[in-house]
Every structure is written in structure tokens, then in C-alpha cells.
């Protein structure tokens, strides 16, 4: 158990809808990364939250948006939903910024499944 | 931006053998080469990394070796066990928080 926790583990919509996932962090991490895994696009980097703020973006969809709480707890909203944005999305956590490479510790994932 | 590839896709070894995935990056920037174990339905762990000043790298039966004028660096599992058996995705990083993935290797330890 990484201490990382997503919600909810799976999720059935349908197309054009909006879902949210959300993670908490390890304790005490203050970074957020959010990541989606495909079969063809494999583990791609979305986004990257420290204390509250954007620190880096990877491949992100202008229909795809996140935020940290202040409490640090993340929240990943999809919108738009098509047949493509199925996939596993991790959330992953670490301690500080990320700069020096730190440790991200990944939670269990939220099965997305679109139809 | 980062290019990273792994090979192979699928690896299967007899219990007791070593195995060895090899990946390389595309740009010298790269300073940071974690690797991850993901096993069936859950996320991936860390079971070793390796920064760009250092070429080699061991924790009991994992290695990693990096070479940074070839762009490569390869994971070594020494005396393999059935509970290796997972996927394994090499990944590079220029900055330090995003990650470049590979494709991930598929390893079977036959008993």
C-alpha cells in the first residue's frame, strides 16, 4: 500500500458526460501527478500540482482540468467525455517539488470507462 | 520532448535466471531514470532509480546500469522468482517531476 488513495476505482459513463476522480496524497506529500494509461498511448503525464499550485504539464487535454486543495487532495474533472478518454488514470504523489526526483508513489488507479 | 524506448515487450525467463530490460532516451538533458513494478490492477512502485553521475546501481537482486553517451540504461534482475513476474516501465526524466514512460515489459518467471 503506497498510502496514495484514489476514488472511486471504476467508473462507467457515457459519452459527452463529466466525471471527476479524485486523490489524496501521501501524508505530508505535498506534490500531485496525475497520469492516464492506455493500451496505445501507455503511462503518459497529464499534470503536476505542488502546495496547491500548477507546477508542470504533460500531454493534458484542454477538456481535462485539475486542482489541489488546500487540504492537498487532488481533483481530475474530464469533460466532453469520447470513447478514446478510457483508460486508467493514476494519481502519484511526492514529497517536495519534484525537482531532484523524488520518489512518486503511486495509488491504486480509477478504471475509466466510457461508452 | 523526451523519447524514451524499452525492449522487449514481453519477457520470459526460467526461475533462478537473470532478466534484462533495456531502454534509451533521446535527450542528453535527461538526469533522473527511475524504474517501476506494476503488478495486474494496481499502480506502479519504484523498485529502483538512478541519476545521470552515477552509472551503476544495485539493491540486492535489482540493478541498473546508465550510459549516458549511448542514451541507454537497462534494469538486471538477478535470481529470478515467480513474484518478479509483473510489468516493468523504465522512465526518464530532464526535469526531475515529468516523466517520460516506456512502453513496459511483460515479465514471466516460469517455476
Known amino acids: 500500500d503506497s498510502g496514495v488513495t484514489q476514488t472511486p476505482k471504476h467508473l462507467i459513463t457515457a459519452t459527452g458526460q463529466r466525471v471527476t476522480l479524485r486523490c489524496s496524497p501521501r501524508?505530508?506529500?505535498?506534490?500531485v501527478y496525475w497520469y492516464q494509461q492506455s493500451l496505445d498511448q501507455g503511462l503518459q503525464f497529464l499534470i503536476q500540482?505542488?502546495?496547491?499550485?500548477?507546477?508542470a504539464k504533460g500531454n493534458i487535454l484542454e477538456r481535462f482540468s485539475a486542482q489541489q486543495f488546500p487540504d492537498l487532495h487532488s481533483e481530475l474533472n474530464l469533460s466532453s467525455l469520447e470513447l478514446g478518454d478510457s483508460a486508467l488514470y493514476f494519481c502519484?504523489?511526492?514529497?517536495?517539488?519534484?525537482?531532484?526526483?523524488?520518489?512518486?508513489?503511486f495509488g491504486p488507479g480509477t478504471r475509466l470507462t466510457v461508452l | 520532448g523526451e523519447n524514451v524506448e524499452q525492449h522487449p515487450s514481453t519477457l520470459s525467463v526460467q526461475e533462478g535466471d537473470s532478466a534484462v530490460i533495456k531502454c534509451t532516451y533521446s535527450?542528453?538533458?535527461?538526469?533522473?531514470f527511475p524504474w517501476y513494478k506494476q503488478e495486474l490492477g494496481k499502480g506502479p512502485q519504484l523498485i529502483i532509480d538512478?541519476?545521470?553521475?552515477?552509472g551503476e546501481k544495485k539493491d540486492q537482486r535489482i540493478a541498473v546500469t546508465l550510459n549516458k553517451t549511448a542514451k541507454h540504461f537497462s534494469l538486471h534482475i538477478t535470481e529470478t522468482q515467480p513474484e518478479d513476474s509483473a510489468v516493468y516501465f523504465c522512465?526518464?526524466?530532464?526535469?526531475?517531476?515529468?516523466?517520460?514512460f516506456g512502453t513496459g515489459t511483460s515479465l514471466t518467471v516460469i517455476p
Open positions: 522512465a526518464a526524466s530532464i526535469t526531475g517531476n515529468q516523466f517520460y
Open positions: 500540482y505542488y502546495n496547491g499550485e500548477e507546477r
Open positions: 501524508s505530508g506529500d505535498l506534490s
Open positions: 535527450d542528453s538533458a535527461s538526469n533522473y
Open positions: 502519484a504523489s511526492s514529497a517536495s517539488s519534484g525537482r531532484r526526483g523524488d520518489t512518486q508513489y
Open positions: 538512478i541519476r545521470s553521475n552515477v
